[in-house]
């Protein structure tokens, strides 16, 4: 038998065990997609995918055939997240605003072929997914300059819903304005709470007046829409796009890392632990209105090795002067640590929620 012919028969042999394992592979593809449907979970885990990088090229011994060997798992794992794709391309996506909000914006990021569906308030999106009018919601949690989003944070505590995934975004809020309009002009900005406290020094340099509005984007669509020329929107520009408005000033937001910080909220909860150490728990309590309380919930929370990267405190609607508070921790609580950690403090806390343990994208 010629090498040539023995070498062909070789990769026919392997070219059908290979075909085979792909379908299982894939098989496993489709059991990822539902899970991660189910969970409100990215289709991309960057960090997932390096380690399966590492993990399987140190199986190839030989230094010139692992590079290739690299780029075939780069391969099949695009093919997979495209198969997964296809199979959530029925999933929707709940968030507050409208086509271009930056949580538009950030829900395509995380769900790129999802169906996005706008509600008017992050009371309603979050009701759509506990009715399940919808998957998961993307609600904004935090902003960098401005601080905690407390409706959110509100609808955490005292919902059933469960975050498995955060997502940061960089906000650039620029000023939009009619077509031909000049800055000289403007007498009025409109937008969200949120963005207008993030543009305070400009806004305050140059003497406008302010108006709330329930979403960035719908404020572009109402300057647009009323045609004023002593009327602009912070927005940004994708907003600018959608309604046929020009970007005036760029950038007018006062600090450059400018960043917001957006939850994916679902029914179920992520339960995962296969890499517990790289894993942030988000838990909210209650503690007892006595002397050194908050202090002992703390150190039940150290004491089992969580390290805590955020704590505040809420204000609660329904007791005056009573306060819940927000920790975010890392490690997982699917462990036999996060299960003692747990134990202890629903016995010093009046009230415990669990809200969810998620890797950051």
Not at 169 to 184: E, F, I, K, N, R
Not at 198 to 222: P, V
Not at 283 to 303: H, M, Q, S
């Amino acid at each position: 038998m010629s090498s040539l012919k023995e070498a062909r028969e070789i990769i026919n042999r392997v070219d059908r065990e290979m075909a085979s394992l792909f379908t299982e592979r894939m098989h496993a593809a489709e059991m990822v997609a539902e899970y991660k449907r189910e969970h409100g979970l990215s289709i991309l885990d960057p960090e997932r995918e390096r380690e399966v990088i590492a993990r399987n090229s140190a199986l190839i011994e030989n230094d010139d055939i692992r590079a290739y060997y690299v780029r075939f798992l780069e391969d099949t794992m695009a093919v997979s997240r495209a198969y997964q794709s296809k199979i959530l391309e029925g999933m929707k996506v709940a968030y507050s605003g409208t086509e271009g909000a930056f949580a538009h914006i950030a829900s395509s990021r995380m769900f790129p072929s999802a169906k996005k569906i706008a509600y008017g308030s992050f009371d309603s999106a979050y009701a759509a997914v506990v009715s399940g009018e919808c998957d998961v919601a993307v609600l904004p949690i935090e902003n960098s300059y401005n601080g905690e989003v407390g409706q959110v944070t509100d609808l955490i505590f005292s919902g059933p819903l469960f975050v498995n995934g955060v997502t940061e975004l960089a906000v650039t809020q620029d000023l939009l304005g009619v077509p031909g309009v000049t800055l000289s002009e403007i007498e009025e900005v409109v937008s969200h709470p949120q963005a207008l406290g993030q543009c305070h020094d400009y806004i305050l340099s140059h003497g406008f007046r302010e108006k709330e509005y329930s979403n960035t984007a719908l404020a572009a669509k109402l300057v647009a829409e009323k045609g004023d020329r002593t009327v602009a929107a912070i927005a940004s520009e994708a907003a600018a796009e959608i309604y046929g408005l020009e970007v005036i000033e760029r950038n007018i937001n006062a600090s450059a890392n400018n960043t917001t910080r957006f939850v994916i909220l679902s029914r179920s909860e992520n339960k995962a632990s296969e890499r517990p150490g790289r894993m942030t728990s988000l838990i909210l309590f209650t503690v007892r209105n006595e002397a050194g309380a908050l202090a002992r919930a703390i150190d039940i929370i150290g004491k089992h090795g969580f390290n805590m990267r955020s704590l505040r405190s809420r204000p609660m609607k329904d007791l005056l002067w009573q306060y819940y508070f927000y920790v975010e921790a890392e490690g997982s609580l699917n462990t036999e640590e996060g299960r003692l950690m747990l134990s202890e403090l629903e016995e010093h806390c009046d009230r415990l929620r669990v809200a969810g343990s998620f890797i950051k994208n």
